[in-house]
């Protein structure tokens, strides 16, 4: 009986580390579409000149 105790126990650690790995991942691309939408914003506020003097044009 104590080994299947122990047998749950590591299955449940192994589920939390899926779990846990797979929520960092989520918010590492939400926090990636977050700085992406950030960059649009300011990109879209520059003027046709600031993007021109960086090479960039509308």
Same mark, same amino acid.
């Given at each position: 009986?104590?080994?299947? @105790?122990?047998?749950?126990?590591? $299955?449940? =650690?192994? !589920?939390? $580390?899926? +779990? ?5 991942? +989520? #918010? /590492?691309?939400? *926090? %990636? &579409? /977050? %700085? !992406? &939408? @950030?960059?649009? =914003?300011? +990109?879209?506020? +520059?003027?046709? $000149? %600031? *993007?021109?003097? #960086?090479? *960039? %044009? /509308?």
């Amino acid at each position: 009986m104590s080994a299947n @105790i122990i047998a749950a126990q590591d $299955r449940a =650690v192994g !589920h939390g $580390r899926a +779990l846990a790995f797979g929520l960092a991942s +989520l #918010v /590492r691309a939400w *926090l %990636e &579409r /977050r %700085e !992406h &939408r @950030i960059a649009i =914003v300011k +990109l879209n506020a +520059l003027s046709d $000149r %600031e *993007l021109k003097d #960086v090479g *960039l %044009e /509308r």
